[in-house]
């Protein structure tokens, strides 16, 4: 399985940009990047997701690298149910693997 | 209910037991999967349905591990011999189809006492 590379940690303050960083430097032609985020105490839930172009949902947008080797999840103005883990993740669009395999993820604490 | 269902959302069992978590998938969902998540780290993939059947068991940690998705949809995940390392939160999720957006539920936290 593809690997993704995400901080740790971050911070940042209530009704600010957040931008979280992936780096995934071995992606394949045939790879989606998938955002998942996991609130305390809750299972994960879906963010977003793309292949080369950027895209845009409600709630957040997703900036991928010309090279597809880096991405960055941006929350325009985070709000404190924004505090999360968030996933960075690669998902095999063809008939091979199906599952999503998590890494350690991005602990993100905002700050009133 | 409108989203994925696990239960029971709490279970203690004692060592050596044997134990049975459920998950009721999103209505028409085809694909299922189980995760299992241990305190500070990420989800650990155990096993996918496609329909009925296990399209990928990789991720089962051993033979005490099982799981069934008998008429595709409510599956069972079954743990025989239960070992204090077995204590985690086990996820499920469903999506519509093989690489959709996946629905988790709350997960179902097993204690090994």
């Known amino acids: 399985d593809a690997k993704t590379t995400q901080p740790n940690s971050m911070e940042s303050n209530e009704e600010e940009p957040v931008h979280l960083p992936c780096n995934h430097s071995?992606?394949?032609?045939?790879?989606?990047i998938h955002w998942y985020r996991q609130l305390p105490s809750q299972g994960p839930e879906y963010v977003i997701h793309?292949?080369?172009s950027n895209v845009n949902n409600r709630m957040a947008s997703l900036a991928i690298a010309e090279d597809r080797k880096s991405s960055t999840l941006i929350l325009h103005r985070a709000t404190l149910r924004d505090a999360a883990v968030y996933y960075c993740?690669?998902?095999?669009?063809?008939?091979?693997?199906?599952?999503?395999?998590f890494g350690q993820g991005t602990r993100l604490t905002i700050n009133p | 209910g409108a989203g994925v269902s696990q239960t029971p959302s709490n279970k203690v069992t004692e060592k050596g037991k044997y134990v049975e978590l459920r998950c009721d998938p999103i209505?028409?969902?085809?694909?299922l999967y189980w995760y299992r998540q241990s305190l500070g780290q990420g989800p650990e993939f155990l096993i996918y349905?496609?329909?009925?059947?296990?399209?990928?068991d990789s991720g089962l940690p051993n033979d005490r591990f099982f799981a069934v998705r008998p008429e595709g949809s409510v599956s069972t995940l079954k743990i025989q011999r239960t070992e204090r390392g077995d204590s985690a939160v086990y996820l499920c999720?469903?999506?519509?189809?093989?690489?959709?957006?996946?629905?988790f539920g709350q997960g179902t936290r097993l204690t090994v006492v």
């Open positions: 209505s028409g969902h085809t694909a």
């Open positions: 349905f496609q329909g009925t059947g296990a399209a990928d």
């Open positions: 793309g292949l080369t």
């Open positions: 999720a469903s999506s519509l189809f093989r690489n959709t957006e996946a629905f």
């Open positions: 993740i690669l998902r095999d669009s063809g008939q091979g693997a199906q599952k999503l395999v």
């Open positions: 071995t992606i394949s032609g045939t790879d989606y």
